[in-house]
């Protein structure tokens, strides 16, 4: 069964300092990754994904995720963060069918002045 | 790039009715959408997928003669919530993938409230 871990509830940081997000997955299948951004009362915009090919996968806005199967880590980085970065985040897998989406429960970023 | 339209986006209504949700593909053939739900403060949950021209396959607790949902085109899927009572009040979320959209889209969400 497929699984996703959101390490944090909530990240707090400054504007213009580094933003790490973590996420661990678990997977039967060579899975596909995926990070959300989700502003209040939005809906999704995805931000990257990974499918099998680069391990470090380039998204919008500045964001980048790695990922790592010897850790089943796919962690999502941007190393500066601005104020619109505020929003909650989803990592989510799926088994690269183009079948359901699972969820993690969400990180609830703040960038503060 | 592809776009899924939902409406409402936000819908008030008494308890004993039913509301209609739709998910509109406008650029793309959506032979599959899925159909989430997302209390405050927490993740999405997959209520069902539908394929198109099928009947949709809900996930485990969730109630099909309460969320009936219509797949009957390949730009249109609909979320009937049936004799809503004030803990289906949420947020509603569709997505889709399909023909040439290699991904998952979602649509902007519905806020429902049951009053």
């Known amino acids: 069964a497929q699984s996703v871990t959101q390490l944090d509830s909530h990240v707090s940081v400054s504007e213009g300092t580094p933003v790490l997000l973590r996420c661990n997955y678990s997977?039967?299948?060579?899975?596909?990754l995926f990070w959300y951004v989700q502003h209040p009362n939005k809906g999704l915009q995805l931000l990257l994904k990974?499918?099998?090919?680069?391990?470090l996968v380039k998204g919008i806005n500045g964001f980048e995720a790695e990922f790592k199967k010897s850790e089943t880590s796919f962690h999502l980085t941007k190393p500066s963060a601005h104020m619109s970065d505020a929003a909650e985040y989803f990592c989510v897998v799926s088994d690269g069918g183009y079948n359901k989406l699972i969820f993690g429960a969400g990180t609830r970023l703040a960038v503060h002045p | 790039g592809a776009v899924v339209s939902q409406h409402p986006s936000w819908v008030i209504c008494k308890s004993g009715t039913s509301v209609k949700i739709e998910c509109r593909s406008l650029?793309?053939?959506?032979?599959?959408m899925f159909w989430y739900r997302q209390f405050p403060k927490q993740s999405l949950m997959l209520m069902a997928t539908?394929?198109?021209?099928?009947?949709?396959?809900?996930e485990q607790g969730v109630e099909k003669d309460k969320f009936l949902i219509n797949h009957a085109s390949l730009t249109l899927s609909t979320l009937t919530v049936t004799s809503a009572h004030p803990e289906d009040s949420s947020f509603y979320i569709c997505?889709?993938?399909?023909?040439?959209?290699?991904?998952?889209?979602f649509g902007s969400g519905t806020r429902l409230t049951v009053v």
């Open positions: 539908s394929n198109e021209g099928s009947k949709a396959t809900y």
């Open positions: 650029d793309f053939q959506a032979t599959t």
């Open positions: 990974y499918t099998s090919a680069a391990t």
């Open positions: 997505s889709a993938t399909g023909g040439s959209q290699r991904g998952y889209t």
């Open positions: 997977s039967s299948y060579s899975p596909s």
